[in-house]
T-cell receptor, first 114, second 116 residues
Framework: AQTVTQSQPEMSVQEAETVTLSCTYDTSESDYYLFWYKQPPSRQMILVIRQEAYKQQNATENRFSVNFQKAAKSFSLKISDSQLGDAAMYFC???????????FGTGTRLTIIP | NAGVTQTPKFQVLKTGQSMTLQCAQDMNHNSMYWYRQDPGMGLRLIYYSASEGTTDKGEVPNGYNVSRLNKREFSLRLESAAPSQTSVYFCASLFWGLSSPSYEQYFGPGTRLTVT
């Protein structure tokens, strides 16, 4: 069974600084997708970024980028120029290609210090 | 487009009571999902429906039943609520097809359920 591990229950960062959230996963599949979801206090789940495993290039979305290390089964999220609105729970998620079910990590609560 | 809607947003039940959580999507998605979110546990899949007329168990199905009423609607029923079912429940949907799958599951706003 696939598992997703987020080893940092809480992180904090000064506003305008950079922070990296860690995620590792376990799978025997070779083709899959990885996602980072943001959950602000409103509870709404918002997709931040996704990565296809067959792509070597790391995905980026504005201030958000990932460091995807397929051999190490690692998928970290880097947030640059942190803003107060980035404060939220962040969930890493995995989905194998050809399967529609998502497996989530336990989340990292990110606090932004003004 | 309203996306994925859920009702109610909040609910308090007594142990043994029953209730149905409603979910609807207007994006013509074929797959729909029910998750529960507990502190320190992330989101765990309860049931899912790959298409109208089909449902399958997820990771934590015990104590729940589901109905895929039509393509738009997917309900979750608690027949006899227990305090262990206190949680936040999310519905999600996805267009699923091997030839052209979409990547993103769209989530509803969640239902906070407390069982006393």
């Amino acid at each position: 069974a696939q598992t997703v591990t987020q080893s940092q229950p809480e992180m904090s960062v000064q506003e305008a600084e950079t922070v990296t959230l860690s995620c590792t996963y376990d799978t025997s599949e070779s083709d899959y997708y990885l996602f980072w979801y943001k959950q602000p206090p409103s509870r709404q789940m918002i997709l931040v970024i996704r990565q296809e495993a067959y792509k070597q290039q790391n995905a980026t979305e504005n201030r958000f980028s990932v460091n995807f290390q397929k051999a190490a089964k690692s998928f970290s999220l880097k947030i640059s120029d942190s803003q107060l609105g980035d404060a939220a729970m962040y969930f890493c998620a995995y989905r194998p290609f050809g399967n529609e079910k998502l497996t989530f990590g336990t989340g990292t609560r990110l606090t932004i210090i003004p | 487009n309203a996306g994925v809607t859920q009702t109610p947003k909040f609910q308090v039940l007594k142990t043994g009571q029953s209730m149905t959580l409603q979910c609807a999507q207007d994006m013509n998605h074929n797959s729909m999902y029910w998750y529960r979110q507990d502190p320190g546990m992330g989101l765990r899949l309860i049931y899912y429906s790959a298409s109208e007329g089909t449902t399958d168990k997820g990771e934590v199905p015990n104590g729940y039943n589901v109905s895929r009423l039509n393509k738009r609607e997917f309900s979750l029923r608690l027949e006899s609520a227990a305090p262990s079912q206190t949680s936040v429940y999310f519905c999600a949907s996805l267009f699923w097809g091997l030839s052209s799958p979409s990547y993103e599951q769209y989530f509803g706003p969640g239902t906070r359920l407390t069982v006393t």
